[in-house]
């Protein structure tokens, strides 16, 4: 009920190309779907997030899907560069009384080839 | 810049010899959470604080303990570190706001057992 399944585990994708990483949850009361990227050595960083009761967000050249009939959602990197190499994590979330528990994918490691 | 710092940036200790990692906040944010982070792997919620409340996952450690003596600060104690315990430890704040489901990391702490 709490797992979050991300895809591809790995992306190589050409400077210029679009990249698209998937998730999919389980539990029907996550209400918050954030995605985070993390470079080497670094803590993650919160990049873009939705909520389930939109079905898009663009921010720049990211973009988040959201299906929530379909209990997925995607991130989309519009011309993607050099400088969006990284290990992309979705995610996603209760807001409890007590604080959040981010429940995580297993992450994308994307590669912009120049 | 308001901002999660954590120190030392790396960590080497020796096999069952104790260690404690440090978090500080200038966000003033009420919950502090822990993650454990292996190479190539999701970040793993430990525990978190809100405010002075400890909140355990059922599955971390007994010998993973956390302190929070003041708002700002949040530690780590790893009481006989192992070698599977070598991983990267991730800070987190959030506040509730809109709800607690944002969540700011800091860099982390590279810890490396011998």
């Keep these: 009920q709490q797992q979050v399944k991300q895809s591809p585990q790995s992306l190589i994708v050409q400077k210029g190309g679009i990249s698209i990483i998937n998730c999919a949850y389980e539990n029907t009361a996550f209400d918050y779907f954030p995605w985070y990227q ?27 899907s959201f299906n929530k009939s379909a209990k997925q959602f995607s991130l989309h990197i519009m011309d993607s560069q050099p400088g969006d190499s990284a290990t992309y994590f979705c995610a996603a979330s209760l ?3 007590s604080g959040s528990r981010l429940t995580f994918g297993e992450g994308t490691q994307l590669t912009v080839n120049p | 810049d308001a901002m999660v710092i954590q120190n030392p940036r790396y960590q080497v200790t020796q096999f069952g010899k104790p260690v404690t990692l440090s978090c500080s906040q200038t966000l003033n944010h009420n919950v502090m959470y822990w993650y454990q982070q292996k190479s190539s792997q999701a970040p793993k919620l430990l525990f978190h604080y809100y405010d002075k409340d400890f909140n355990n996952e059922a599955d971390t450690p007994d010998n993973f303990q956390s302190r929070r003596p003041n708002t700002s600060f949040c530690f780590l104690d790893i009481r006989s570190p192992g070698l599977g315990d070598a991983a990267m430890y991730l800070c987190a704040t959030s506040t509730p706001g809109g709800s607690y489901n944002e969540q700011f990391f800091g860099p982390g702490t590279r810890l490396t057992v011998l």
Excluded at chain 1, 38 to 64: C, H, M, N, W, Y
Aim: a positive charge; glycine letters at 14%; charged letters at 30%.
């Design chain 1, 95 to 97: 807001g409890e009384t």
């Design chain 1, 38 to 64: 993390q470079f080497p050595g670094k803590g993650p960083a919160l990049l873009i997030a939705i909520r389930p009761d939109v079905s898009e967000k663009k921010e720049g050249r990211f973009t988040i």
